[in-house]
């Protein structure tokens, strides 16, 4: 039956083959919507990862700029580090005390220095000579008159060193880094965050 039905298909023209008769054969489905062609042909959906991974695509050279200019920054940081300092002669006009233990000066110039209990035992007149960087203004050294000096350890170039450190090494590689979308672009934004953090040091000796 089915060989007799075959050659009486390619025995007529073109024109006179019934579509039904070339329509793709499919299982009988109990839905009366089911289209197995149609499911088939449906485009994929891409998965949340897929989406992100996407986006980051797009927006991959903004992070390695973010990272080529968070590089520069950190590059001052080293400078203003390294750099011989500026001298200042100031007068402690008063004292604050934290809830960390430790003493805030309040200086004639303005501006305020936090210090350590034992370094603050160190100084032995109100007259001192603040060393500080000379780009970004941070105190380093603090001289009295009787020549005893003291570090400020509650600054950037202090216990916050590590914060210009991590700055310089992620930004780095973020910078040298060629291949990777996804971690490209994680290292231009966590360069970002990291160079606010360390604004946010630069400020520190004064709360």
Known sequence: MTNE???ETSSLLPAEINSHELAPVHFYHRDPAYRPWVAAAAPK???PYEEILAMMARHVKYAVIASRIVFIFSLVIV???TLPKTHHEVKIIGYDRSAAGTYQMKLNDGSAINI????MKKLKTKELTVSRTRFFYVPYRITDKENNSVGVEVSIYGNFIFGPIVLLLTSLVG???RKGVELRFNLG???GVLALLNIAFMNVHKF
Not at 116 to 119: P, R
């Open 189 to 191: 934004v966590a360069s």
């Open 175 to 177: 910078v040298l880094r």
């Open 116 to 119: 350590s209990k034992k370094g």
């Open 79 to 81: 400078l203003d580090f």
């Open 45 to 47: 959906r891409p998965t």
């Open 5 to 7: 039905s075959t050659e």
